[in-house]
């Protein structure tokens, strides 16, 4: 059956911390919901060292918020996470990454209709997705990041290293009736793979 980490309050990943070895899974409509990294990263889930990570089954990680980095999950290290058919909706970020921020060399994949949707960052960029250093983020099966606010750049998504980007391709779009700049750069082996049907629409960029 699923399992719920609802309302809590930390200063590194809110409603739970997993870090060194070893694997963490959520299934079944499980609920990361309501909770605070202070401080921190990771409103709901923060995900360190060396750790594979699994939401599947109609999770959600919803309506948390996050002090620093990954309103809704923060991943660094050496990490793997798995979203199949899951939902990061409606979480708040300070500084990156309002549903997702991930650092380091992180693998993170989204699959079967995966979505992270209406996910704000206030001062910085990746109001839906943040990913820098050596991460990869791979989008696939019809996942949707949609409607998600960044406080800079890339309402959508952010590829950076280090805030200095090179080789960057800026796409000039229109989101809500204004133009606003969604940036995907690639930088140092950072990088954001949309395949098979995924859909980035309607997120908009503080410009």
């Known amino acids: 059956m699923g399992c719920s980490v609802n309302n809590n309050t930390g200063r590194w990943g809110g409603g739970l911390s997993v870090g060194g070895y070893g694997s963490v899974t959520l299934t079944d409509g499980s609920s990361v919901q309501g909770n605070t990294a202070r401080n921190g990263s990771g409103g709901g889930l923060a995900v360190w060292g060396n750790v594979n990570c699994t939401l599947m089954g109609s999770s959600r990680v919803q309506n948390n918020k996050a002090g620093g980095n990954g309103g809704g999950l923060f991943s660094i290290g050496r990490t793997t996470v798995s979203l199949m058919g899951c939902s990061v909706d409606n979480n708040t970020a300070r500084d990156w990454g309002g549903g997702l921020a991930v650092a380091g060399n992180v693998s993170v994949t989204l699959t079967g209709g995966s979505r992270v949707c209406a996910n704000v960052v206030r001062n910085s960029s990746g109001g839906g997705v943040a990913v820098w250093d050596m991460a990869n983020v791979v989008l696939a099966g019809g996942s949707n990041v949609q409607g998600n606010t960044g406080g800079a750049a890339g309402g959508g998504a952010d590829c950076c290293r280090q805030r200095t980007c090179h ?16 940036w995907w750069a690639g930088c140092g082996n950072a990088a954001i793979e949309l395949v098979n049907g995924t859909m980035l629409s309607h997120n908009r960029a503080g410009c």
């Open 167 to 182: 080789n960057q391709q800026q796409h000039r779009v229109k989101q809500y009736g204004k133009p606003c700049w969604w």
